[in-house]
């Protein structure tokens, strides 16, 4: 889970990169570094524990840091969400940048196709609010990223991100 935490650091940092709107790039960069330290204290945690086996209190604090590396990269990818909406700048050659702009693309047509169906549904009010009764719940990039399939071929079990792999490559 740490090394998957990289992953996601490294998505937000090319995001924050390439994001039009100073405020979102600057939340989309703090919401990285939040979980950079986050990522590495669990692995700091998860190393302690290894060596020096089972307690109730290294599972506490090891689920303490697992739960608060999934709030991190929630963050993320709400700041990713912001910055998609305000807009990207064209992706570099780099194949990762490029990557991460085509996921993010994909996310944003899924969001604007299902803002036009929630345009064309009659399930609104007097006043033309749509009733949250029957509203389906916007797709969101956690969404995306949990329907694409693992790549099982060629990912090693412990991937590092600094050895060449892609910030898409780990089904998060």
Known sequence: MASDGQVVVKFGNILAKHCLDRRCSVELLRAAEHTQSVSSQLGIVARVKAVTGESKASSEL??????NLIRAVQHVLRAAEAACVKGLGQASADPEEQE????CQQWRKNLTQHRAKEALNSDRDELGLRKTRRAKAEPTLMSLVQEQPPRSRNIPKHPSPRKGHTV????L
């Open 62 to 67: 090891l689920l303490s840091n697992v739960q």
């Open 100 to 103: 991460v702009a085509a996921f």
């Open 168 to 171: 898409m490559d780990r089904h």
